[in-house]
Structure formats: structure tokens, C-alpha cells
């Protein structure tokens, strides 16, 4: 009898969401979903705001990564109000931005997947955690936490507080930095360095433990998307947006930002509250994209520090063209923490970093305008148009995890076929269909974080609805 | 190391009576403020418990929680001794509690202080800036209450129990 395994929640990751898995009458997977079970609505109750305050009440979108909504939605009101804004304004917004970066990256790399990397995917559930890592390796934790650390010390030098922080602002930021803070940042980064350093050679081995993994979790030909500079370099502020194909050719050079609905789609499914954006000119769904860290290295014609333009060279070898497994994003997770360091250094010896000429100031000249940044998992789009009285009347934001949305569900049937038996059911086998969401770190919102030994409930549904089957395993059983 | 006693109020104040730690939070800090007896106390106001917070209590002889927790009697005050203690059943990685995050401390830093945690019964955890007027009334007893617990120590407390793993705040 066809049967369907349920997987809610999914642990580990950023949100709420379940895994549907269908098994035919033989057990064998015939499809694979993702869905998106909490409903948010930022873009409709932003209506009737006015314009400028959109950063603010954007950033509450997410408590990981705020500081990237606030700066595509800064972005965005400095195109209403056609204003550019100073360049030290720029630069301390690449600083906040790239240190936003570095805490959600160690975040995801050692709290939520590094229990799976170095315990394995198929560990007793009840140590495979955070405090299991602990106990095992507890020099990785404390690296974890301390990179955790510098970059949330950096936001909350710069923006006055490590959640939320309203320091960017339409026209640039609020305050400039103090000689003192830039120099308090400066010393911290060589500390940071140093365990980004001596974390890729380890994952580098350990990421060789998993060859299946790493053929199978979302390991198939996709575009991938991501902003680059002026030079292909790859970038996280401003530049363009370029689109590769799986042989790493280039489809799309440079994507003007205020025209990406001619190449990019939305489209809704039925059974989950996210939407699924599409490379428009080949239609949906052949228009999967991905984003990211794996796609910002795949876009990229060079990364332009010395420490992590050697390892992106490095990765880049892994395939002819670009790399195409999505548990890569793990390697590609450290390989841009080591750039955001060593740029952030490059940024705060600039000049004139402590310049005092932070900001611009305009009313809104343009009745519309469009904001792209990279936050940690993607690009993030922020759409605004306004009234005469700068009222917000319409809004639509693309997030990292939309763009990623159609390539995730594609992994997760791609893993649950590989790994699960439908008449043999193993915990290990559904750790690896989160795992492979996991790998993509899906920001659902900001509100969980859940670890190892969630609350997990797995049904065997019959066509008709009937449970024939649950297994259901509590927070607090052994 | 351990020179520094720490205090850390959490909450969320969009959150109502959630709010109370950090608001407790900040009038220790400006009551503290020159205070000679107290200059060794750090206090920290925090959105929610984080596993990095495991470091600064690492380095504290002395940690107080301070934080509002769903419970049957609305302003009731409470005041109860950490055991650190863990085993896996943390659920949630930015939602860590007082017993999981002294616990860390041992594990990650070789150091776990005394803790205890001074929770307040929160009557509405919905959304407002506003803590209830039971909350609200119960402020200055938290406040002092941190005082003499700082002042004194456990001993402060006539009847302390202990709180271990899944002591969990209404909120945030």
C-alpha cells in the first residue's frame, strides 16, 4: 500500500517546517517535499508605512540575519530617494553586513550541522548536538562560539546592539565609527583568522567521510545565481547580479537590479506558505536556481584576499565547472568566513574609514525602488513603490530561501530516494533528508533553532488518510 | 579568574511581562553605577539565553538569571539555585536555559559558578511594551532582591531550591 512518511518539524535549521516523503506500495520514494508551515505576511503589513521606516521594520523579519534586511532594504530607500550614498557610509555597511555574515555562517557550520560532520549522520540522536560536540570536540565548539562572538561584537560595536541594530539607514548610517571601535575590530580579527585557518584543513578531511553525501544531497546541473563586482569578483553589497550554468558558463552577465522581474519568476504551491522564484526564460520549474555560499564561490571569477582566494581556487577544483553538490555549502560556509575576515580588514584600513560624512539626505524623488544585497544564505531583493506622501504601497522581497526553495525540494527527493527504505525505516536515513535542508541553512524565520533531539513525529499515511503507522520521538525520551 | 559577579536579565520586551529581566537589567545598572560594593558586578541585558554567553559566566564566581517564567500566581517572586545539568534535552540552540548554560560553562571553559535564578511569575507574554500591573508591582522586590543576593549570596534566600534542566521562561 502507498504510504507517506512525515517529518515535522525539521530540526536544526532556521523556522518551521515539515518534510512529506511518498512511498510507493513497494516502499520505494516516489516524491519529496519541503513545506513551509509558518506564514509571516511582512509584505502586506508594511502597506501604509511610510518608506523610511522600512528598514527598521524589515530587520524584525529575521532575528539571524537582520542586519542583511536592513541593508537591502536601505538599499532601497536610497533608490526612492535617487540618492548615492557616501562611500565610507558604503564600506561601513560591507563591514556590518560581512560580520552579519560570519555569526550566521558559524552558526549554521559548527552549532547546527557540525554535530552531523563530526558525530555522523547516523549517531545516536540523543548526542548528536550541540552538547554532544561539546563533549567530543570541545575545541571546535569553543571556535564555533568565539567566531559566533566577534561577529556579533562587531554588529553591536557598529550598530549599538547585536539584534536589530538601526544604525543603517536610508542614505548610509546614523553614526560614523569611532577610531576606538575600529581599532577594538582590527584586533580582534587576527584571533578570528586563526580558527578559520586551522577549521578548513579539518573539515576538508572530514568532509571526505561522506562520499555518498556528497553525491547525493542536491547533487544535480542547476543555474546558480549571486552578485559579483565590476570585475566577476565576488561581492556581498552592491554590483550585479550574474546567473552561471552547471558548466559554469555564463547565462546572465549582469542583471540590473531594477529589472530582475524579467528574470526572475514567483510562483506558489498549494502545500507550502513559500514561494518559488525561477529563472524566468526557461519557465518553472526548469528554472531552478540556487544561492548562497555555494553559488556566490560558482559565480565568481575571482575571490580578491589572499587567504581566501587561495582556498576558493582550491574549491573550484572539485568540479570542472561549477560545483554542483549541495553539501559543498558546508565548505563554501568556511571559505567565506575567512574572505568576510580578511575583508573586513581590507574596509576598516581604508583612508578614509572614519570619515564623518555618513550619510545622505533627500525626500523621496523616485516613486519605486529596488534594493539587492547578499545576505549569509543568498541574495536578498527588497521591492518598495510609494505614494506621493512616501507611503509604502506595495512590497515584495525575494529571500535566499525562495531562490533555494525549488533546488531544496529537488534535494530532499534526490536524499530520500537514495536513502530511505520505506520497510526499514532508520532514524539515520531521516537525519539525512534534514541534513540536506540543513546544508542549504533555510532562514524560515528567525524564531527556532532546533537541535538533535527535536520532537520528531514520522506517520505512514495511506492514500485514504488512514495513520497505519507513528513513531513519535519526545524532546525528553531517552 | 573568577573576579566578576554577573547578573543577566533576559527577555523580550515587545513581549510584555517577558520584558521584566532586561528591564531589571537596566535599573541595576544605572542603580550599581558608583556603587563601591558592587563594582566588581557586570550586568548584562540580553534578548534571549545564547550558548556564547557560556564564556563571560565561565569567568564569574557568581551568576544571577533574572527573568519572567509562566506561572500560576502573577508577581509571585521566586528564587532558586542552578543545577547545571544538560543531557541532550536542549531543544532549542538560541533558547538556552540557566541549568544547560552553566553546564556549558563546565564543559566548553573547566568553570561553572554558583547561579541562581530570580524569576517573577508573568501574567501576559502577548504583545506590548507594557509589563502587567502585577509585574509591574513586583519590580522593586526584584530589584532588591538582586541587591541582597549580590550582598549576601544564597544565604540571602530563606528557602532556595533548585532549578535544573527544563526551567524555561514564558518568552523570549
Request: glycine content about 16%; aromatic content about 12%.
Given at each position: 500500500m502507498a504510504r507517506q512518511i512525515t517529518i515535522d518539524p525539521v530540526t536544526r535549521i532556521e523556522g518551521h517546517a515539515k518534510i512529506t516523503i511518498q512511498l510507493d506500495d513497494a516502499g520505494v520514494v516516489q516524491d519529496a517535499k519541503f513545506h513551509i508551515t509558518q506564514f509571516r505576511g511582512f509584505e502586506k503589513l508594511c502597506?501604509?508605512?511610510?518608506?523610511?521606516e522600512m528598514p527598521s521594520l524589515m530587520a524584525r523579519i529575521c532575528g539571524i540575519c537582520p542586519v542583511s534586511h536592513l541593508v537591502a532594504s536601505a538599499k532601497a530607500c536610497d533608490a526612492i530617494m535617487a540618492v548615492q550614498i557616501p562611500k565610507t557610509a558604503a564600506s561601513l555597511r560591507r563591514v556590518i553586513n560581512l560580520a552579519q555574515l560570519i555569526q550566521s555562517h558559524a552558526l549554521s557550520f559548527f552549532y547546527l550541522s557540525a554535530p552531523d560532520l563530526?558525530?555522523?549522520?547516523?549517531?545516536d540522536p540523543a548526542g548528536r548536538n550541540i552538547f554532544g560536540l561539546m563533549q567530543s570536540h570541545p575545541e571546535i565548539a569553543r571556535d564555533g562560539i568565539r567566531l559566533r562572538q566577534f561577529g556579533q561584537q562587531v554588529i553591536e560595536l557598529l550598530g549599538g546592539k547585536r539584534i536589530h541594530p538601526a544604525w543603517v539607514v536610508p542614505g548610509g548610517v546614523s553614526e560614523p565609527l569611532s577610531a576606538e571601535k575600529r581599532l577594538t575590530i582590527v584586533g580582534m580579527i587576527p584571533d578570528a583568522l586563526a580558527i578559520v585557518e586551522r577549521t578548513l584543513p579539518l573539515f576538508k578531511r572530514v568532509f571526505e567521510r561522506f562520499p555518498d553525501e556528497v553525491r547525493t544531497f542536491a547533487n544535480f546541473p542547476s543555474l546558480f545565481m549571486g552578485l559579483v563586482d565590476n570585475h566577476g569578483g565576488i561581492e556581498h553589497y552592491d554590483g550585479h547580479l550574474r546567473i552561471v550554468d552547471a558548466e559554469g558558463n555564463v547565462i546572465e552577465g549582469a542583471v540590473p537590479s531594477d529589472q530582475y522581474q524579467e528574470y526572475i519568476g514567483e510562483t506558489v504551491e498549494p502545500w507550502s506558505y513559500l514561494k518559488s522564484a525561477y529563472y524566468l526564460p526557461r519557465g518553472y520549474p526548469d528554472g531552478l536556481y540556487r544561492v548562497g555560499p555555494l553559488a556566490r564561490l560558482n559565480v565568481a571569477t575571482s575571490v580578491d584576499t589572499p587567504k581566501a582566494g587561495h582556498e576558493w581556487a582550491e574549491f573550484r577544483q572539485l568540479e570542472p565547472g561549477a560545483v554542483l553538490s549541495s553539501f559543498h555549502y558546508h565548505y563554501a560556509r568556511l571559505i567565506e568566513i575567512l574572505y568576510a575576515l580578511e575583508r573586513i580588514g581590507q574596509l576598516l584600513d581604508e583612508p578614509d574609514i572614519l570619515s564623518t560624512r555618513v550619510r545622505a539626505h533627500a525626500e523621496p524623488n523616485n516613486l519605486e525602488g529596488i534594493g539587492v544585497a547578499e545576505a549569509p544564505r543568498g541574495t536578498l531583493l527588497h521591492h518598495y513603490k510609494i505614494d506621493e506622501n512616501g507611503l509604502i504601497v506595495w512590497a515584495n522581497l525575494i529571500i535566499a530561501t525562495g531562490h533555494n526553495n525549488l533546488a531544496m525540494n529537488r534535494g530532499v527527493f534526490q536524499v530520500a530516494r537514495h536513502f530511505v527504505d520505506g520497510e526499514r525505516l532508520q532514524e539515520g536515513m531521516l537525519n539525512r533528508v534534514e541534513a540536506v535542508i540543513r546544508a542549504y541553512d533555510p532562514c524560515l524565520s528567525c524564531s527556532t533553532h532546533a537541535l538533535g533531539k527535536m520532537p520528531l513525529r514520522i506517520q505512514l499515511v495511506a492514500p485514504d488518510g488512514a495513520v497505519l503507522d507513528e513513531m513519535v520521538r519526545g524532546a525528553n525520551d531517552a | 579568574m573568577h573576579s566578576a559577579r554577573l547578573v543577566i536579565g533576559y527577555g523580550n520586551q515587545l513581549r510584555s511581562d517577558d520584558g521584566l529581566g532586561r528591564i531589571v537589567a537596566q535599573q541595576l545598572r544605572s542603580d550599581l553605577a558608583g556603587d563601591s560594593a558592587f563594582a566588581d558586578v557586570v550586568v548584562l541585558a540580553a534578548h534571549q539565553l545564547t550558548p556564547e554567553l557560556a564564556e563571560p559566566i565561565s569567568r564569574s564566581r557568581f551568576v544571577i538569571f533574572v527573568d519572567a517564567r509562566e506561572g500560576q500566581r502573577p508577581g509571585r517572586l521566586d528564587c532558586r539555585v542552578v543545577i547545571p545539568s544538560g543531557?541532550?534535552?536542549?531543544?532549542?540552540s538560541h533558547d538556552v536555559d540557566p541549568p544547560s548554560l552553566v553546564l556549558l560553562a563546565r564543559l566548553l571553559y573547566g568553570s561553572s559558578p554558583t547561579a541562581v535564578v530570580i524569576s517573577v511569575d508573568g501574567d501576559d507574554f502577548g504583545y506590548g511594551t507594557d509589563l502587567s500591573p502585577e509585574v509591574q508591582a513586583t519590580l522593586p522586590d526584584v530589584v532588591q532582591r538582586v541587591r541582597d543576593v549580590l550582598a549576601d549570596g544564597i544565604a540571602a534566600q530563606s528557602a532556595p531550591t533548585a532549578v535544573g534542566v527544563g526551567h524555561r521562561s514564558g518568552g523570549g
Open positions: 502597506e501604509g508605512r511610510p518608506f523610511h563530526l558525530l555522523g549522520m547516523d549517531a | 543531557n541532550g534535552a536542549l531543544a532549542f
